[in-house]
């Protein structure tokens, strides 16, 4: 039963990380590590696919091997988190929102940008 629930939880973790590939609010990345640690549970067939892969295996062996993230990624993350902020601001969303949003972006933009490269 358990290494059935990690499979199907790999593979719907693919599933959103592959939708995150096209929708710029969904991130890929830290589905497909879901994916990756869920397969180790349950199918090194499907580990060693998704860490094989020629797209989503160096991100996945940089942040398994040494906690990194590209500074491709890093970027790219930093931007999107702040055009998500621009966003609300632009739409006039309440202060509280814009406060919790705000503090919750700090923090994961610190999580990424102290990550080595």
Do not use: N, Y
């Not at 993350?77 to 902020?85: R, S």
């Amino acid at each position: 039963m358990s290494r059935f629930f990690f499979f199907a939880l790999g593979w719907g973790a693919v599933g959103l990380g592959l939708l995150g590939v096209v929708l710029p609010v969904l991130p890929t990345t830290p589905f497909l590590l879901v994916a990756a640690f869920a397969f180790g549970k349950s199918s090194p067939r499907a580990r060693a696919w998704l860490i094989d892969h020629a797209h989503f295996g160096p991100t996945i062996r940089d942040w398994e091997e040494r906690g990194a993230i590209s500074r491709r990624a890093k970027i790219l993350a930093t931007t999107m988190m702040g055009a998500v902020l621009v966003f609300s601001i632009w739409k006039g969303l309440p202060l509280w929102v814009l406060l919790t949003q705000g503090t919750l972006i700090l923090a994961g933009a610190a999580f990424v940008l102290t990550r080595p490269d």
